[in-house]
């Protein structure tokens, strides 16, 4: 084991300086290139955990230099220490030393972007005032001089406080080394001059200083001084003298009147960005690239809409298509271990916990692995390209025209990964009502967990045909991710017209230049999904395929196994040869239909098929059903299991097995009608313990899961109650 | 909108134009302020969705889009494009 793994202990736990020689805060605007940069220099040696009481992913990696462990937090992208959501609120607690657990960062590495001076000097003229020892990487320095941008280093520096700056292309690794021993050696290197842009605020809150007895320092009494009273600023000042709040009052009225100090603050520190600008960076006409040119023609609002049409087709048919020969592969692989294990073992409890439980339901999650991979590939190089943020932009109108806005946008197409991480990343949307809006909305995004399950159906009863570029179960496909668009967008419009009635929304947003993604970052962001899914399927999959298979297993009928007897020696007298084979198969098959249908799965299924007979679901599909309301994708598994032991075993995929289930009289379960149904239930119900959860704790009540899942549970099954209906009629 | 009030809205594609001053009283603003839509910053309108909203500006050299309800918050002096 490396040295680095020593390290790697729940996050929550950190204290960071046993571990550790030192602690950085990596900090920068959104899209400057800071996880990149963080990616590069810590590459897997990294820890992804939460801030104590909120949901901020926290991210933690280590430098190893010489025999210096650094560590290094890539703190939230922020604009300003003017904090106005919970990300830009952890950034200022990380960097003040204020969060639980964890003490002031030993120095700063900020992340400027060379092609965004502009917005990236107005934050590093906070952080250098901050006087911790900083070091600063000067990022996108090959785009910036394709753009005809020129900076003047030393003049930067200079303006800064003599903090030193780097320039590094984090997509090549150019300049890293330089970067990686300044941040090994930042500790004890001296912080920078205190520029004092603001010297009136600076006056003011070093009378506040005193006055809270020094227990506050400058930067936290200027903070207080513009942002006022915020809920956290009113904890900060809490266990200071009564004087000290009326104080504050009086000072911010003398210094800003009835000015919005954000406002004041905005227009005194970008006069100073305006000024500092003009002496260290001289722009040339920029150079044509095809960047500029890409990003020109998509600007337009008719190509750009059609072309995020169309990299949406193009992502689904891909998970379709091109995964298929792997699926097929692992699906072969799955049948024939298990084929091995069950001749080896041979009959008997055991045998079948291996073969039909485990391999047979953790094998029938783990082959949607590759749609998976394919899925979250894109996901990531769409939003490392920058492109996810312009799909915010022109989706906008739209959007609010059922009263959200772009940001929504983002949550939604995370969601058709996993609602979970979607559900995060509404925080970025500063409204709420259009952010709760936004959450009722993306659990019907078709999610991962979803797929499996339209893969399954889809694969067994929709033919393979070819229309147009498509194939027909493609475009199905395609319908059943329209069709949870559409659902997730009336139920937006719906709670904003009733329940959340209120004002538009407000919407801005940074729109990155189009980037090629850089492969380690891809790789890297890649390989975490992959193992939350196969830890998944791992532990909850694997353990919900045991249950389940005993369930179905037990208890065992000894008078069913006395008929098996009889009824093979009856066979004996009359039949011989490969017609006394077939017969013995077709007794077993029946005595182990029979052995489930009498077992605790089978009794659960016929208990609730009134519920469910109605939407044409025999008691197999029901028990499956009710299997997978804590995670979903346990529906395949349970399937797997359930079929694995029944009398259509003998064919050998588990979509054969569905289409060879038939009703006591013969008619088959699977119609057409009932699997448009199974499929609509799938599209809406909410069959997932995290996701109710996420919700609770991202709307900080029970109300709102609680009726997402009556919602979406309702609308599932009028949905497949109608379907199968009005088709079967 | 009175009719010498010259916005960011009023801008055509293509054209630039210098904050002259910025109507505050929107929160909203505000935190488009502390993106550097202040006074004396030079726009560009780049592009729009389809329908002309929302907007997307050039802000040295970065694009920021904007609805157009709140490009009409900032005043601006139109710039000759000549260059």
Known sequence: MTKASEIRIPANRITVKRHADASIAVVGNPNSGKSTLFNRLTGLRQRIGNYPGVTVERHTGTLKLGDKLTELVDLPGTHSLSAHSTEEQIVVDAILGRLQGSDAPDGILAVLDATNLYQGLFLLQQLVDLQLPMVVALTMTDAAEKSGIDIDIDMLSEALGGVRLYRVVATTGAGLGKLRTAITELPDSPPPQRISVWSELTDVAKRLRRLSDDKLNLTECERLLVDGMTDRNATVTAGLNDGFVAELRTMREQLFGDDPPIATEARIRYSWVQETLAKAQRSTPPFQSWRTQVTGFLNRPVPGTVGLFLVMAVVFQAVFAWATPVMNGIDFATGALGAVVSASLGDGAFSSLIADGIIAGVGSVIVFLPQILILFLFIILLEDSGYLARAAYLMDRAMRSVGLSGQSIIPMISSFACAVPGIMATRVIPNRRDRIATILAAPFMTCSARLPVYALLIAAFVPSQRIGFMNLQGLVLFGLYMFGIVMGILTALLIRKTALRGPKPPFALMLPEFRRPNLQTVLIQLLGRVKVFLNRAGTVIFTVAVVVWALAYYPRSDLIGSEVVQQRQAAAYTLSGAELAAQYENIDHLASAAQLEQSWLGRAGHFVEPVFAPLGWDWRVSAAVIAGFPAREVVIAVLGTVYAVGDEADEDTLSGRLKASTWADGRPVFTLPMVIGLLIFYACCLQCAATLAVIRRETNSWGWPVFAWVYMTTIGYVGALLAFQIGSA | ?83
């Open chain 2, 1 to 83: 909108m009175e009719i010498n009030t010259y916005t960011l809205a009023s801008l055509k594609r293509g054209q630039k134009g210098v904050i002259k001053s910025v109507d505050t009283s929107d929160p909203q603003v505000q935190r488009l302020m502390v993106l550097g839509l202040v006074e004396g910053a030079e726009l560009e309108y780049a592009s729009a969705a389809i329908g002309g909203d929302p907007i997307e500006f050039r802000l040295f050299g970065c694009g920021i889009s904007l609805r157009r309800e709140q490009a009409r918050s900032f005043q601006v002096a139109p710039v000759a494009t000549g260059d």
